[in-house]
């Protein structure tokens, strides 16, 4: 709070004037008359005492006032009431000092996921996939099992990848890893495992898994579908099948499948003409699926 309040001072009463000295003893001899035009001399002051008033100055007081009253009335005015003295102010209390704001707490992490991926990363994943929180945790359980198949070293190597599914290697299994591995350092780290099975979340649009389908059958990865890129991918699944398929079929197939998806005259399928193609073809995102992603718990 501010200074202390200084308060004025409403006057000091007026001392009472000490009796002239010898007050109170027997009067002294009648001093001789003085002629009357020369005025009495007052008594000089005793030192500490206030001089006391006179007479005339007494006198001239309520004259000031009585003249003072007398032209108010002449002005047709009323005598301004004598004020009051002023009360002391009290100071105001200064404002409160600003507060600084609590720093907010941070967002609660996951107490499954490892330390390393914290609550901004998490709820990123959340954003960028078809998974909610529940879902990334649950994945990440089913990743330290597959990471631990061979080597527990905290990421999914191709070995691992394909004793997962079940498969053995080929050329589709291969290019799903690929896709899986975004920055090709020949492992899937947990991220890149969470996105890369969005697409196969009931969740994930026509749209999102045609475009996978898409990088599939892009075996050179120069974004399109060549005439050989698709004739690789078909005489490669029916070799791994055991079906015999000569020459003549596998070109009569590949200029159908151009035809229908509107790229006849074409040496490459665009990501459009692709999309057209897989809803003619439906069953072409067959395995595209995968129900338990679509389970919380």
């Given at each position: 709070r501010g200074g202390p309040v200084l308060k004025k001072s409403m006057g000091c009463g007026a001392s009472s004037a000490k009796p002239p000295s010898g007050a109170g003893a027997q009067p002294a001899e009648p001093a001789a008359a003085k002629p009357a035009s020369e005025p009495t001399p007052a008594a000089p002051p005793v030192a500490g005492e206030k001089p006391a008033p006179t007479a005339d100055a007494a006198a001239e007081k309520p004259a000031a006032a009585t003249a003072s009253s007398s032209a108010s009335a002449v002005e047709g005015k009323a005598a301004?009431?004598?004020?009051?003295?002023?009360?002391?102010?009290?100071?105001?209390?200064?404002?409160?000092?600003?507060?600084?704001?609590?720093?907010k707490a941070p967002e609660k992490t996951s107490s499954v996921l490892p330390k390393h991926v914290g609550a901004d990363e998490l709820g990123q994943l959340c954003q960028a996939t078809n998974f909610d929180r529940k879902q990334v945790e649950r994945l990440y359980e089913v990743f330290k099992v597959i990471s631990s198949i061979g080597r527990d070293d905290g990421f999914i190597d191709k070995l691992e990848f394909e004793q997962s599914l079940g498969l053995r290697s080929s050329l589709f299994v291969d290019r799903i890893f690929q896709i899986f591995d975004k920055n090709r350092d020949h492992n899937i780290a947990f991220d890149e495992f969470v996105h890369g099975l969005s697409v196969f979340s009931p969740r994930a649009t026509?749209?999102?898994?045609?475009?996978?389908?898409?990088?599939?059958?892009?075996?050179?990865g120069d974004g399109k579908i060549s005439r050989e890129d698709l004739r690789h991918m078909v005489r490669t699944t029916v070799s791994e099948r055991k079906i015999d398929v000569s020459d003549e079929q596998l070109e009569e197939l590949v200029s159908v499948t151009f035809s229908q998806a509107g790229a006849a005259g074409s040496d490459h399928l665009e990501?459009?003409?692709?999309?057209?193609?897989?809803?003619?073809?439906?069953?072409m995102l067959a395995n595209m699926t995968i129900a338990s992603l679509s389970v919380s718990r």
């Amino acid at each position: 709070r501010g200074g202390p309040v200084l308060k004025k001072s409403m006057g000091c009463g007026a001392s009472s004037a000490k009796p002239p000295s010898g007050a109170g003893a027997q009067p002294a001899e009648p001093a001789a008359a003085k002629p009357a035009s020369e005025p009495t001399p007052a008594a000089p002051p005793v030192a500490g005492e206030k001089p006391a008033p006179t007479a005339d100055a007494a006198a001239e007081k309520p004259a000031a006032a009585t003249a003072s009253s007398s032209a108010s009335a002449v002005e047709g005015k009323a005598a301004p009431a004598p004020t009051a003295p002023a009360a002391p102010v009290e100071p105001k209390p200064l404002a409160d000092a600003p507060t600084t704001a609590a720093p907010k707490a941070p967002e609660k992490t996951s107490s499954v996921l490892p330390k390393h991926v914290g609550a901004d990363e998490l709820g990123q994943l959340c954003q960028a996939t078809n998974f909610d929180r529940k879902q990334v945790e649950r994945l990440y359980e089913v990743f330290k099992v597959i990471s631990s198949i061979g080597r527990d070293d905290g990421f999914i190597d191709k070995l691992e990848f394909e004793q997962s599914l079940g498969l053995r290697s080929s050329l589709f299994v291969d290019r799903i890893f690929q896709i899986f591995d975004k920055n090709r350092d020949h492992n899937i780290a947990f991220d890149e495992f969470v996105h890369g099975l969005s697409v196969f979340s009931p969740r994930a649009t026509r749209e999102e898994k045609a475009a996978f389908a898409y990088q599939i059958y892009d075996i050179d990865g120069d974004g399109k579908i060549s005439r050989e890129d698709l004739r690789h991918m078909v005489r490669t699944t029916v070799s791994e099948r055991k079906i015999d398929v000569s020459d003549e079929q596998l070109e009569e197939l590949v200029s159908v499948t151009f035809s229908q998806a509107g790229a006849a005259g074409s040496d490459h399928l665009e990501l459009e003409a692709f999309t057209s193609l897989v809803k003619q073809r439906p069953a072409m995102l067959a395995n595209m699926t995968i129900a338990s992603l679509s389970v919380s718990r």
